[in-house]
């Protein structure tokens, strides 16, 4: 990334920590072992792994069983989802989700309000006798927007002493997508109240494509990817020790940093929007800000082609985004926006500034100044067109 | 690794080629887009990626869009396996391999001769009109022993003409796993007549749980993994672009010195070979002989404890194995061995030797020296115990 450039768009990617860096080095050069070989140097590599396990657990605390290194939260989505029954999730989870609960016949898409937040009793309203799985992510990647996740698990807690008094064995359980919000909320399991749970190790500062399922250890699913056996059965396939010791590491730097920089960013958010809707009347500000990660700051100027802003900042070295990166090259309004009951026009005026480690007080100003005077220049485009 | 440590176990593990580690380099630091972004630094990863799986669809004779990529082999087989009907495949083939044609019920498990090569009469004999997959590998990763896979596509190829006649739509594919063989045996998949083909980063000096499904265009495969849609919609899951182009320059690297290092690894199996065939009367040679690889060296001493000498060796800084990594620590006889029906002595007598990129005649030389020393000495100590 040249130096000038200035990135807004940590939610889609993010760089290596150079602390994770760092710890994978050793396993990208001299230490290439099987971790399922027999001699020493080989079983220190599994040693390594399973501190690694441990460490994870102890973060969001769970037991080091429960803890299942895979290749990437999609992966570690579908294999949550590879359980029998019904379904029911919200209409503005990732596609990862969507799309995984659509491989189950007549899974519930739950609706949310204008804010994006789903209302617990319409989930308590969504099961069945059949249900086995709910899943809610606890933050939406799009607009930043934090679930109320334990009033979900309240709901099923509920639902489990019901199917007690009713003599209905189906077990449910809750699963959520945390990518988001790791580093920024608190992601302990029994607090959540949640029976599954995945991270991103992508989206914090770890390698792509490595991700956690954590899986409470009363749950039996079965794999989707079988053979050597490693990961309890459950992800099979030679261990990528370089990702799962760097994931570890992203995990423990987010966890370490959180408080601070949930504090930092909040201030660079507020930074942001202070400045937009000073300088813009119009503007609306999508999700609810009361329950809104730091992270994450979306905002739209009804009648806007965001898709030309998006181009015209790049022009200037500013990074960020229209919708969700993997919707992006789709040429599809964003669900997420959609469901949330948002008009054409102010959906097609949006854009997703998002922000991580590296962006500063000073970055935010520069690009404050910028994204207001090419807004407006392209506001004033539309309205000299439209006369 | 410490210098003095020689390594015979490259089949079970790869470092990674300096040149891999330096592709991958950028894309561990620098270059971190989300390939799906929009803007332009986003855009070229996703040239990036293109690239490679144009350099990947060369060197094996297939088309880009035949290219997917995947988070190692045991996933690309578990993909290649999710396919209704009926499957075949050997009983010598890796733990992925049966394990994937196990999460179908009633798949035909094809035995071997005392060589460990399958008789593709005895496949042919296995089809039946719901056969839609069989899967062979082409080197084994215990005994190196190579299959006659043009064998078996000209019995695939028959079935088709049969069933047309038959007026049968039933479609059969042909899978083979190349994880043993990319850089050592011919892997164009027009040549060989493979319909889908899996190949293995981690065993050829590329990242860990890299993998690629070759897959024939006229193919309709569901994925296992379900989400963004990236890899036509087989893999979601945002990409590991640093993993991607190690894994393409795995590959080109390994097509490059394939002739020399044959030849290469030819001499310094047959030199191990020929030192313990002049050391040991009773030594049997395990696979086929003229159809091995030249990386692996499998051999016998019945009525020894191979593991003991494994852990004899390891004290002498020699690294070997006894049957597969995956399955060294369980404590089972080797599956593959046992369907080759050799004797349980002559099993638990084995050792495999596996030779890499770094191997040199002069660490031949040395390790002969050693393993030829310990074995007599444990024989001796066995013949006093039994005296």
């Known amino acids: 990334m040249p130096n000038k450039t200035i990135y807004l768009d940590y939610a889609a990617a993010t760089p290596l920590d150079s602390n994770v860096l760092a710890a994978m080095q050793p396993y990208l050069t001299d230490i ?23 460490s994870v657990a102890r973060t969001i605390g769970a037991k080091p069983t429960e803890i299942i290194f895979t290749a990437g939260a999609t992966e570690s989505i579908n ?8 379904v029911i999730t919200t209409q503005t989870e990732h596609a990862a989700v969507l799309q995984a609960a659509k491989l189950h016949s007549g899974s519930t898409f739950v609706g949310v309000n204008e804010k994006g937040r789903v209302d617990p009793r319409d989930i308590k309203k969504s099961i069945t006798p059949q249900t086995t799985l ?6 939406n990647n799009e607009t930043g927007t934090a679930q109320d996740i334990k009033a979900v698990a309240k709901v099923i807690s509920d639902e489990r002493q019901n ?3 009713n003599d209905n064995p189906t077990p449910i359980y809750l699963h959520t997508d945390v990518s988001q919000a790791v580093g920024i909320l608190d992601i302990n399991v029994a607090r959540l109240g949640v029976d599954m749970m995945t991270l991103n190790g992508a989206k914090i500062y770890g390698p ?26 459950l992800r099979s396939g030679t261990e990528n020790v370089a990702n799962i010791i760097g994931l570890g590491m992203a995990i423990e730097v987010a966890e370490r940093k959180r408080k601070t920089e949930v ?13 937009l809707q000073e300088s813009f009347d119009e503007l609306i ?7 809104n990660s730091p992270h994450i700051l979306t905002v739209a100027w009804p009648g806007l082609d965001a898709e030309r802003i998006l181009f015209a900042l790049e022009s200037q070295d500013i990074l960020v985004a229209t919708g969700s990166a ?10 997420v926006l959609t469901a949330m009951g948002l008009e054409p026009d102010i959906i097609d005026g949006s854009l997703r500034f998002s922000f991580g480690r590296p962006t500063t007080t000073q970055d935010i100003g520069t690009a404050a100044k910028i994204i207001v005077e090419t807004i407006k220049q392209e506001r004033d485009r539309g309205t000299r067109i439209r006369q």
Chains 1, 2 share one sequence.
């Open 163 to 165: 199917r007690v008094k």
């Open 208 to 233: 792509k494509q490595t991700g956690v399922l954590y899986l409470n250890s009363s749950i039996d699913l079965q794999p989707i990817i079988a053979g050597g056996g490693q990961e309890r059965g």
């Open 326 to 335: 993997c919707a992006a090259n789709k040429d599809t309004r964003s669900h």
């Open 263 to 275: 504090e930092r960013l909040q201030k660079i958010r507020l930074q942001l929007l202070g400045i």
């Open 134 to 139: 709910v899943s809610v992510g606890l933050v």
């Open 79 to 86: 294999l949550a989802f590879n359980i029998d029954g019904h």
């Open 285 to 291: 500000v999508i999700g609810d800000q009361k329950h």
């Open 32 to 54: 290439f072992y099987n971790p399922s070989a027999p001699y020493q140097p080989a079983r220190e590599v599994r040693v390594d792994i399973e501190n690694t396990r441990a």
